[in-house]
């Protein structure tokens, strides 16, 4: 998928939605987060079965189409994961490496008992 998004700036555009019970409002113009294609990914708040969300503006948009695309991951999306998983894992290890525990025998004792 190529895309050419480009997002209104006038503040007047939001998708609402629901995740878990709780009431979400993401706006769109502009949006705060966008995917590396510029889209806007809103799988964190799809479940199975049933979804709702609603794109609410508050001014004229007609030189706007917003359009919900399902489709597998792109290239630079997968690219992207990777990455995160990547510095998720260094700071998994950096953090596992932090938690280690102390020897139980003092490093005292242990360095008289070599001399």
């Not at 709702?52 to 503006?57: G, I, R, Y």
Request: glycine content about 2%.
């Amino acid at each position: 998928m190529h895309s050419q998004c480009s997002w209104p700036m006038s503040g007047d555009l939001s998708l609402q939605t629901k995740r878990d019970g709780r009431d979400f409002i993401i706006p769109l113009a502009p949006p705060i987060f966008v995917t590396p294609d510029n889209c806007v990914d809103i799988s964190a708040f799809i479940r199975s079965r049933e979804n709702a969300f609603s794109v609410v503006q508050q001014s004229d948009m007609s030189d706007y189409m917003f359009i919900l695309h399902a489709h597998h991951p792109t290239p630079v999306q997968l690219s992207h994961l990777a990455s995160y998983r990547k510095r998720h894992e260094e700071w998994v290890k950096i953090t596992h490496a932090f938690c280690t525990s102390e020897p139980t025998e003092s490093l005292w004792k242990r360095s008289q008992s070599r001399s």
